[in-house]
């Protein structure tokens, strides 16, 4: 069994690591094959290239390595920060660059580009951690939770994975270590049971 992890953050010391490590721990101990990346560590290249404009290859090693990897993969994890209800712009390169045209989705025989796309991606569940500071009742109430749209909607949904758990964390500035501990077993429990078999 493989498992994607994705983490999109600045600071390795940041809350996203820390429930990415913990995220490992548990995938780890279920057995899985874990294709760890830390996209700011790594120097992921979010600008999608105009040789890439069909987004069906690329001749950058490490996106042909992520869309290998994604394709591969019985569960995604992702750990990012809301930033003004988005994700940083090098998730969002990653996800321009990497959910591609016969990689995460496709067209079936007779279809035009027009026409809806089928989700090809494998993976049963997907699993995405946000960490923020806007106290969960003001995201809801001001701004809709967009995450939850982006995420379940316009990029799993449409790529066929069908589960998708998603939990945001925060305020993480005014959190104390009680909090943090409890936020991190709650994702502990959440991919303990995502691991489990079908």
């Not at 992890?5 to 995938?27: E, K, T, Y």
């Not at 279920?30 to 404009?53: K, M, N």
């Not at 580009?113 to 991606?121: F, I, K, R």
């Not at 939770?145 to 964390?169: E, K, N």
Request: overall charge negative.
């Amino acid at each position: 069994m493989h498992a994607s992890l994705v983490v999109a953050h600045p600071s390795p010391a940041s809350f996203s690591h820390a429930l990415a490590d913990a995220a490992r721990g548990i995938l780890q101990a279920h057995g899985y094959a874990i294709d760890w990346h830390d996209l700011y560590a790594e120097g992921f290249d979010p600008v999608q290239r105009t040789g890439e404009s069909g987004n069906t290859a690329s001749d950058d090693a490490l996106v042909e390595r992520h869309c290998a990897e994604l394709a591969r993969a019985d569960l995604i994890l992702i750990f990012h920060p809301n930033w003004w209800g988005q994700p940083p712009a090098i998730l969002k390169g990653w996800i321009d660059r990497v959910f591609r045209l016969d990689t995460a989705y496709g067209y079936p025989v007779g279809t035009s580009w027009d026409g809806v796309p089928t989700g090809l991606l494998r993976a049963r569940h997907a699993l995405v951690f946000n960490t923020s500071n806007t106290p969960a009742e003001r995201e809801a109430a001001v701004f809709g939770d967009p995450l939850q749209a982006i995420w379940a909607r316009c990029v799993f949904g449409l790529c066929g994975v069908d589960s998708v758990i998603r939990r945001m964390y925060g305020p993480v500035a005014a959190s104390d270590e009680a909090q943090r501990a409890g936020w991190r077993a709650e994702v502990e429990a959440l991919v303990a049971q995502a691991a489990l078999p079908a």
